[in-house]
């Protein structure tokens, strides 16, 4: 079975680590002694509310989050959060900043915008087709918050450093690099990711919100939109996708006990962009299309000479059990994802691949 299983780059729904996947297998008939599978408990047993708070706690225990932030979970995906996050913490007469990275981002500010909300784009990447992340922003001292997007999973671009707001919460779409370093959540009043890159399947969106964004949520809002309905019920207000919060939880154990922990995830991201970017940095053939400073350590975006070669490329790394690899529709081109179920030892098949592939075709 395991020999069966390919090198997987793509970019969401994406890779999980193989103990999670052979623990669900090897526990899908019978969960935690129940004589049932996970996806046939209640959601209001004791045996889901022990996933559900476990899932919390690890969030919370990687992200070292103090008790103002609640960790909600919440279906729709990242794209519903475009619309809850303005909807719940931005009201009439006010006004939040936007940096505009690529689709996402961009994204995120049109829902905003449909609402009839006011937003305005602090600062904007646009001008070299989203290469870079944009420094030394001034933001509008009178925003409610600020919104990023802290990995571009289609530009391939991702935040080194946060932005300093002066105070201002910061609210970021970490769909795509959630759990995949250490960082200070503290200038954070909400992030979401969407489970499907890095920490599960798809289903759930991930929701970390602090005391006071909560305090903002204007009660004329339907109960299904509320942060508060959920912050209140521990995501318990209908029923939740019991499957996908059950495989957060592994995958956070998993990141716990046997990586070590996002220091340890860190280190592993980063050896893994180095394996790959010095290859690109090293050769013609391959060109990486965000700047060095800007560089994504989960979406390696690259092109190839032309694009009968990028075709050609991927055919073949397919035929080499290396899946995944095209570049997302709006841009074309190349992409490894390499979130952190992709082993190092799957990025360096994937480098030796790539110097072959150049041999022959450069
Ligand atoms: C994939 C992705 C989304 C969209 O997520 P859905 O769960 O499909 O709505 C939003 N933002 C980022 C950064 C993504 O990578």
Redesign the pocket.
């Known amino acids: 079975m395991k020999e069966k299983r390919i090198y997987n780059f793509n970019?969401?729904p994406a890779a999980l680590p193989l103990p999670v996947l052979e623990e669900i297998r090897d526990s899908f008939l019978n969960f935690a002694g129940s004589g049932m599978s996970i996806v046939e408990i209640s959601h209001r047993s004791k045996w889901f509310d022990d996933v559900i708070n476990d899932a919390a706690a690890r969030t919370k225990r990687l992200l070292n989050l103090d008790e103002r932030y609640h960790v909600l979970f919440i279906q729709?995906?990242?794209?519903?959060q475009f619309c809850m996050v303005p909807m719940n913490l931005l009201k009439d007469g006010e006004s939040a900043d936007y940096v505009n990275t690529g689709t996402?981002s961009a994204?995120a500010a049109k829902e905003a915008k449909i609402l009839g909300k006011s937003v305005k784009v602090a600062a904007s990447s646009e001008d070299k087709n989203f290469s870079y992340i944009p420094k030394n922003i001034s933001f509008s001292s009178d925003a409610v918050y600020v919104h990023i997007?802290s990995?571009?999973?289609?530009k391939g671009t991702q935040w080194a450093e946060f932005p300093d707001t002066k105070g201002i919460p910061l609210i970021s779409?970490?769909?795509?690099d959630i759990m995949s370093r250490r960082f200070d959540a503290k200038p954070f009043g909400l992030i979401y990711a969407?489970a499907?890159?890095n920490i599960g399947p798809?289903g759930v969106?991930m929701v970390i919100i602090r005391d006071d964004m909560l305090k903002r949520v204007p009660a004329t809002l339907p109960s299904m939109l509320k942060y508060t309905t959920f912050s209140e019920s521990n995501s318990l207000y209908n029923t939740p996708p019991c499957f996908s919060v059950y495989t957060i939880r592994l995958v956070l154990k998993w990141l716990e006990e046997t990586v070590g922990g996002l220091d340890k995830m860190e280190e592993i991201n980063r050896k893994k962009g180095a394996a790959i970017y010095s290859f690109i940095d090293s050769t013609e053939f391959y060109r990486g299309t965000a700047e060095p400073g800007s560089r994504s350590l989960m979406n390696v975006t690259f092109r190839l000479p032309d694009e009968e070669l990028e075709k050609k490329f991927i055919k073949e790394a397919a035929e080499n059990n290396l899946g995944g690899l095209k570049g997302h529709r709006s841009v074309g081109g190349c992409r490894a994802s390499v979130y952190n179920a992709t082993t190092l030892e799957g990025v360096e098949t994937l480098v030796d691949f790539m110097k072959t592939f150049e041999k022959k075709n450069g």
């Open positions: 970019a969401g729709g995906g990242a794209s519903l996402w994204k997007t990995n571009n999973t289609i779409d970490m769909s795509s969407g499907q890159k798809a969106c």
